[in-house]
């Protein structure tokens, strides 16, 4: 129940094109899901985050698309570059309590020039 | 910018040995979390300190890992006698308080022997 499945493992996109991360998860008192990018030999970094009240968050060219029903939440890179190219992590937790954050198994995203 | 400090980057150490990882977060960051990335996966977390307190280790392997942050401030996570299966990415994480973005260092490489 305190799992986040994320897919897929690798993915590779042609620059300019739409990069897409999917998660799902089963535990519904999960409340807070972000997005986090890890370059090699860095810590993860914050991306994006969204709560359950909305469906969807966009910061630039990086959106977030939540479906509460599905208990499911993708990541949209749009115009991906060769920059964007890094292991993306989704992530859950509750908000109340000690607000433990379980991540996803990570996607390699390259971005061919 | 103020960044998380940890030490060493790399450690290489034969099994049965002891190893000690320091982490020196965000200047005022209250919460510090200790986590372990396995190759090709998302970080799962260790321990959680709010201050010098211990607000989560349920996950901390108790008969060789211990963790401290005496003064609320830097950590240690030692792990007594090393195996083969901590060979991983140590990573620490400082928020300002419990629920607020979690920032990340970029961790120590443990290989062991």
């Known amino acids: 129940q305190q799992q986040v499945k994320q897919s897929p493992q690798s993915l590779i996109v042609q620059k300019g094109g739409i990069s897409i991360i999917n998660c799902a998860y089963e535990?519904?008192?999960?409340?807070?899901f972000p997005w986090y990018q890890q370059f090699p030999g860095k810590g993860p970094a914050l991306l994006i985050a969204?709560?359950?009240?909305?469906s969807e968050k966009k910061e630039g060219r990086f959106t977030i698309s939540f479906n509460k029903s599905a208990k499911q939440f993708s990541l949209h890179i749009m115009d991906s570059q060769p920059g964007d190219s890094a292991t993306y992590f989704c992530a859950a937790s509750h908000l109340q309590g000690a607000q433990k954050l379980v991540f996803g198994q990570g996607t390699r995203l390259t971005i061919n020039p | 910018e103020a960044e998380v400090a940890q030490s060493p980057r790399y450690k290489i150490t034969e099994k049965s040995q002891a190893v000690a990882f320091w982490c020196d977060p965000i200047s005022g960051h209250a919460t510090l979390y200790w986590y372990r990335q396995i190759l090709g996966q998302g970080p799962e977390l260790l321990v959680q300190f709010q201050d010098e307190s211990v607000v989560d280790d349920s996950q901390l392997p108790k008969d060789r890992f211990s963790a401290e942050r005496l003064k609320g401030v830097d950590s240690t996570l030692k792990i007594q006698p090393a195996e083969l299966g901590d060979s991983a990415m140590y990573l620490c994480a400082s928020s300002l308080q419990v629920g607020n973005e979690q920032f990340f260092g970029p961790g120590t490489r443990l290989t062991v022997l």
């Open positions: 969204i709560r359950p009240d909305v």
């Open positions: 535990n519904t008192a999960f409340d807070y």
